[in-house]
């Protein structure tokens, strides 16, 4: 864990590679950077964001926009709310060394519907989170319905 830093002993913890990114070399917890400022444990990437741009919004949650998770660069770092921030993360994929890689979005869903505006929901799994085509579970809910009411008829 690193102890308490000040605006310039930050950048003694940070590396600017041949990318575009300032990465984090100092203590980390799941991926992310960590700093100690007075006593108490925060993300490296926030304590950069706050120190230049200002406290992050409520509701809002940092975006990385490179998807490295160690990088500290500003504006590298985006403040949204978490549907956007999961929408904006499901157009990445995982590759090695924990970077991520930009994907062509998905304009449709494996039946065709489009996948624009309100035609999508983000939905929670145990593997994480995936962007869903609101038709298609519509649709699936109408036959739920249907097979349903026909159990219920024949039961009575």
Same mark, same amino acid.
């Given at each position: ?5 000040? #605006? @310039? ?7 600017? #590679? ?43 949650? !940092? ?6 998770? !160690? ?5 590298? !770092? !985006? ?8 929408? @904006? ?10 970077? @991520?890689?930009? =994907? ?29 085509? =609101?038709?298609?579970?519509? #649709? ?17």
């Amino acid at each position: 864990m690193t102890s308490d830093l000040d #605006l @310039r002993d930050f950048a003694q913890f940070t590396e600017v #590679l041949t990318t575009p990114c300032v990465v984090w070399r100092g203590a980390t917890s799941n991926g992310y950077g960590q700093v100690r400022m007075h006593g108490k444990v925060q993300p490296a990437h926030i304590w950069a964001y706050e120190h230049t741009e200002g406290p992050v919004p409520l509701g809002r949650e !940092l975006h990385h926009l490179c998807g490295n998770k !160690l990088c500290v660069r500003p504006d590298h !770092l !985006l403040a949204e709310t978490h549907g956007d921030h999961m929408v @904006r993360w499901h157009r990445f994929y995982p590759r090695k060394h924990g970077t @991520r890689t930009p =994907r062509a979005p998905r304009t449709h869903c494996v039946n065709g519907h489009a996948l624009a505006g309100s035609g999508t929901y983000v939905e929670g799994t145990s593997e994480g989170s995936r962007l869903r085509c =609101r038709v298609c579970k519509n #649709l699936r809910h109408e036959r739920y319905q249907a097979r349903r009411e026909l159990v219920e008829s024949a039961g009575h």
